[in-house]
């Protein structure tokens, strides 16, 4: 992992905050894995954020690109022109939220 000394990656992985496949000392860190570890690096060093917050950002981050991701197939769905009552049901709706 980069620049990452071991010993971090580990307490990562022991905390949750990484979770790569296999076992002890032959793990494979998938893309997203290592994008998570530049993430904390990012927290950790640039931010300010430390081993007792971590958790707490790491999750409200997670729901944050989770949100993403369903609003994202949410305007998929809603831009097929076939659907143009789901549509017009799904902007109803959202216009009642902003109210």
Known sequence: MGNVP???VQGWIDN???RPEGAPG???FREIDEARARLIVELR???GVNAESMPVVLSLLDQL???RRQML???EII???RESELRGRVR???ASMQD
Do not use: C, G, I
Request: aromatic share 12%; net charge negative.
């Open 6 to 8: 071991a010993a971090d």
């Open 16 to 18: 949750a905050w990484l």
């Open 26 to 28: 032959h793990y494979l």
């Open 45 to 47: 060093d640039d931010m």
């Open 65 to 67: 690109y989770a949100a």
């Open 73 to 75: 197939r949410l305007r």
């Open 79 to 81: 831009s097929v022109p």
């Open 92 to 94: 109803a709706l959202l």
